[in-house]
């Protein structure tokens, strides 16, 4: 179908605003998923702010040529797809859209694309099992806090040790 050209400039304008301002890009083959399906996938997406967009691939091809984040994934733009952008997290559009495509055969993830690196389909499930902001750095606080805990250990039984060497000397010396 056949679109005005203002109406061209303004789905580029709207690509371009969402790709300034995503962290991440996922491309997903459509196959036709249901209408009821695909509202359940988009109130989905909405609760991990993930933006999800059909838009014609030529289009969003020439304002991903121009980004350098996204150009990684121009040769990834055939077929109809869905492109999900992650707002927050660098992988909340590819967990959305994977997490669904495992219910749901008539959407398959191809692509994603981080700090302009793309991954295929046999990577996304590296992309899906990143950690969120939240659980990244929940790992970084336990990583600091477990060599202190083993360092605070070591000193309490450092401690011990002198305080039964003494009790030692003393018998020692009464006795």
Known sequence: MAISKEKKQQQVAVIKELADKAHAVTIAVNHGVESNDMNALRVKARENNVVLMVAKNNLTRRVFNDSEQFNVVCEDLKNPVMLGFSMEDLSSSTKVL????????????????IEGIRYGADNIKYVMNLPNREQAICMVVLGVKSPLVQFSGVL??????????????????QG
Do not use: C, I, M, P
């Open 156 to 173: 309490q039984e450092l401690y011990g040790q002198f305080a039964r060497v003494l009790h030692a000397v003393s018998e020692q010396k």
């Open 98 to 113: 994977g997490e669904f495509s495992k219910v749901n055969d008539k959407l398959t993830v191809q692509a994603a694309a």
